[in-house]
């Protein structure tokens, strides 16, 4: 090993040097976010905060509950359900048969009492139970690009199985939700004359406006083996296929009701209510339920009690709770912040548990 | 002459190093050449291994004489071994190439070597080859490779989302099977839906997969973000602290390592090194006590004391002796600048406190000159003829000098020493009562004292002894004990002088600090480098240890196996029975002790460790140190390691958390530490305020974070069973991730500066920290309250959406909005109910995000292409929709209100009842009226110990008892009850042994008094 004669050290003198000159300078800056100092309120929850909180919210609760429940008596309802009934007595033993038959009548007259007047505008809704438009294989089967405008005609991507036709072009609407299409028709009449319902304005404006372009005409539509649901109107653009359109509003739930119609003449009660109703919809192979709903609308939406009954009891419960933490609070009265409650201060021994 | 400065980092091995005074070593050298003829030089280890003396290193013999400029021209060969990291073993051999003389194989040991991080003191400059640099030098394989570090928080978040990830992957596994069980049945009903008959073979995996996807949200990506965020913004505030930014040295705090800083608030073992951490380590002369007169006892500075000054002036005979043995008994070395003034070059700081406060009392040492000394007395200068040095050694607990005054040309033995080994040497007939009282008076000051003597020696007797104690240095077997025992010859019949009292200064605020950490239920260790006796000493001052009758010291000593074994196994058996006791108990063990213990007993210390909430280990090496470290973190307990020096950095970098103090020991410590602060002091607000802060803020983050993604991921759950279990996702995937991003992590973020007590009661009440190190706010039965909260707010959401939105209007993309908004509103009053202090920005953030939801929600259906196109806008003008929030928000925030309250009120923890007493204003201070019923444990104490004939063996007795300071008193306020949650704490904490330490219990009767104790106890 060569011991080289070179080589010095500086280490520790630079940096005491250099320190020297920058003093004052490494005090943090002050501001109250540095130093979590932020002028804040701290709410604790007091026995006086938390009764009169749970005494105010059920004082407000009951009424506005009260408002709901009586809103949604007021809505006047008819429901018929006609899935069984509007299938002879002899073929009941195989209704799927019975629908899935091209000679069977499926005419069926219905009549409908009118419970207590309704006022105008009055809907007409179906109602299938049962039918999952959630389901995940359904509601993903369509294509929102081809309902829109013409030029996305051959996008039938996410459409399978419904995406093409046998001869190999494009449907249009594609996908299953369009090919399942519900396809009861009901013809109303009030003492033998015809009731004008309104099909008209039954979708969303912003869905006829924007998501269904009205130079879609529909091509190729049932047109393979197997036959869904309603035919279209090939003439007609989607803009204006409104049935199409409401049905296209997939529900959330399995059980819905989709508008069919308005009637725009007030009923009076009593009155008897003629439906001729063309059962086509096969609900029969999963045992859906069909039902035909008749019903007036108020503020809080359809007839639906729950909203009330859920506010009168939240309401209630609200109210026993302030009333039980007053009857504890006098029972068990506790000064708050008593310092001999600590356990390092009250037991010597400590058990903090 | 061919030197050339060069940069640390380039030094090579081979090269010629040369230093020169006060220059720090930059690697690791053989010493081949000093300014010194006789080849000496002096070093200062302090970073190295704690020691504040100076010491002495040797040029390697062969290179003995040779010039500067031969150094030059050295050339030769050094054989070392491979790097290790031994501080006290070198071996390896020299040979110098021709033509150099001296052509043998020279030996070198550690004596000759400059290690790095020294620094060389009262040496103009030495010179030395570079044996090993960079990482190899001893230091650096002492320093080790720093492990990333997890806090215990994020292992517990680790084991929470394996605990998830399993319960998603039951989850998933249910769902699919479901969900193929009625594909094959009920979905094969639905003509709408085409299933085909027969599927690929990987149909069945289709939906389990599906499933997967929808519940990969439900352990929480953001967590991490918001996790990162939050570490980084809790190490700022640490960085912006103004309380922790130290004036006296400039320095601010800071946090190195930004993740870890829960781990502070859990804090259970604190190991701190002890020079330069605890103390000053800076030695200042206080009182004496001269010929049974008290100086400094009124003013507490002896410099000052106006009697001793006129003493002086006076020229009393007995107070000038006093100051000549102050300016004359030492090793140290005066030098004088240029511009005259003299400073001093002293091995210890105890030597150099008493020549500076000699030369302030006006006997000024002001030359050494070879074997004569010069003192400046009063404008007259003395001469004295040094002949023999009689050095200090640890067994001998004294250093003498013996000197011929010039003046008189008598001969006069000059000592000082400890006490105990002076005292007992005093001339029989002199009253040495005084001289003990005042011994005993300092130390409980926390002085360390020093007993000064003199004899006049008669020519004959020197001369006689003179030669016997040639003979004994210049033998070669045993001659530390032969010297010893001619020393010992010489130095009897003394005539006591005084006393002198020197403060080691402990650093500002240091006891306090230790006894508010104390009460927070953490346990202390020192680990230092220094000597036994002195480490004691501090302890005691510092609150480290209490004083005799309410602290108990145990000593574990030995010099070989056996013996360590039966000491330990004596400590073990006294620290059983004491566990239960309200005594302060701390063991004492020394380096070779602990490793001869670590060795071969391994078990049984570790038994000791977990049972002692205070040990002091003194002359450990850096190694050890770490292994002690690593020792605690076997037993699962969160470690804080403090330190200053270089000896530190493995202990530091060992354990949880790493503390270094910037202080005088260099920065290396500071540089390797996780957080760096200015004074050991800070260490108390680093803990309580920000660690507790830091853990607390965590704790609700990250639990909160599962319970909003859980709560999303149920209702995808729920929805789920009502859509023919075929994986449909209820919530778009724009607002599936914009909630996770966006809408619930904005308004957590600012949960870092909610705080639920306010700073100064936490400092108050330490004890509060006992939350944050049993993990009380993060656990798994915590996690279960969120996990069910999230399941509760789940269910209500699902149910009063699907409630309120069935039938004509159950469309699927208004449902989700509502399911969503729902969500959102919970969550904004989850985060109102679960936030303690609201500022500013906190309301910003809650209110704001409630805001912005509804904001980017409408822009959003402005949009035809969206999906949600005009929802936004339908339901916002629909009155059911906002019934319908309000009655998600009642009726999920009643019960958590109500839950929350009837806890609070009724079921109250300590940090409950903190926030009520802060309330209603005021600190809490604590009260008297414990007193009583400590009497009466106090008296069970009592029963308890007579109870115990046995309890009187030998390592019962005091330590102390050693030294004539056994009956020390406290003088500090000592609190009568801080010890009794902690004592609980420990024998919670440490339920695991319990069971088998009553086990071992021998004697009945003290199982019976413990039980008695005990249930004492709880009736309290």
Known sequence: MNLKATAASSTSDGTSDSSAPRRNS???????????????????????????????????????????????????????????????????????????????????TRSLTVPMDMKSPIYVYYELDNFYQNHRRYVKSRNDKQLQSKKNENETSSCDPEANASNGLPIVPCGLIAWSLFNDTYRFSLSSKVLEVNKKNIAWKSDQGHKFGDDVYPKNFQSGGLIGGAKLNASKPLSEQEDLIVWMRTAALPTFRKLWGKIEVDLEANEQITVVIQNNYNTYSFGGKKKLVLSTTSWIGGKNDFLGVAYLTVGGLCLFLAISFILLYFARPRPLGDPSFLSWNSDPAGHMN | MGAVQIQAQDICVGNIVWLRENDEVPCDLVLVGTSDPQGICYVETAALDGETDLKTRVIASACMGLSPELLHKIKGAIECPNPDKDIRRFDANLRLFPPFIDNDLCPLTINNTLLQSCYLRNTEWACGVAVYTGNETKLGMTRGIPEPKLTAVDAMIDKLTG??????????IVLGIAGNVWKDTEAQKLWYVLYPKEGPWYELLVIPLRFELLCSIMIPISIKVSLDLVKSLYAKFIDWDDEMYDHDTNTPSHAANTAISEDLGQVEYILTDKTGTLTENRMIFRRCCINGTFYGNESGDALKDMELLNAIGSKRPDVIRFLTVMAVCNTVIPLRSQNGTICYKAQSQDEDALVHAAAHLHMVLFNKNGNTLEVNFNASVLQYEILDTLEFTSDRKRMSVVVRDCQNQSIILLTKGADEAILPNASSGQQIRTYVEAVEQYSQLGLRTLCLAWRELNEDEYREWSLLFKEANSTLVDREWKLAEVCQRLENDLEILGITAIEDRLQDGVPETIETLRKAGINFWMLTGDKQNTAIQIALSCNFISPEPKGQLLLINGKNEDEVSRSLERVLCTMRITSSEPKDVAFVIDGWALEIALKHHQKKFTELA???????????????????????????????????????VRMI????????????EGLQAARAADYSIGKFKFLKRL???????????????????????LLICFIQIFFSFISGVSGTSLFNSVSLMAYNVFYTSVPVLVSILDKDLSERTVMQHPQILFYCQTGRLLNPS???????????????VFLISINVYNDERSEKEELSMVALSGCIWLQAFVMVVETNSFTVLQHLAIWGNLAAFYVINCIISTLPSAGMYTIMFRLCRQPSYWITMFLIVAAGMGPVVAVKYFRYTYRSSAINKLQQAERLGGPIVSLGNVEPQLKSMEKDVALLSISQPNSRNPVYEPLLSDSLTSSRRSLGPATPFDFFPTQSRLSSTYSRNCSDKMETMEADEVSVAMDKLQSQNEIL
Not at chain 1, 68 to 73: V, Y
Not at chain 2, 636 to 645: F, H, P, V
């Open chain 1, 26 to 108: 490494k005090k943090p800056k002050y501001s109250r976010f540095t130093q979590q100092e932020l002028p804040a309120c701290k709410p604790i929850l007091t026995p006086g905060w938390v009764i009169s909180t749970f005494a105010v919210v059920g004082i407000i609760f009951i009424p506005i509950g009260l408002a709901s429940l009586f809103a949604s008596q007021r809505v006047v309802e008819i429901v018929d359900r006609y899935d069984i009934d509007c299938i002879p007595e002899t073929l009941r033993n195989d209704k799927l048969a019975f629908i899935q038959s091209r000679e069977t009548n499926k005419t069926c």
């Open chain 2, 163 to 172: 605990a998830i990830f399993l319960f998603q992957i039951v989850v998933v």
């Open chain 2, 610 to 648: 977990t049972l002692s909430r205070t040990a002091i280990c003194c002359r450990v090496t850096p190694s050890q140190k770490a292994q002690l470290v690593e020792l605690l973190k076997s037993r699962e307990y969160r470690t804080l390691a403090i330190g200053d020096g270089g000896n530190d």
């Open chain 2, 653 to 664: 970098q060992q354990a949880d958390i790493g503390v270094g103090i910037s202080g005088r």
């Open chain 2, 687 to 709: 803990i309580l305020v920000h660690g507790r802060y830091s853990y607390n803020r965590t704790a609700f983050l990250s639990q909160y974070s599962f319970y909003k993604s």
């Open chain 2, 782 to 796: 915590t996690f279960a309250g969120w996990f069910g909260r999230s399941l509760f707010h789940a269910l209500i």
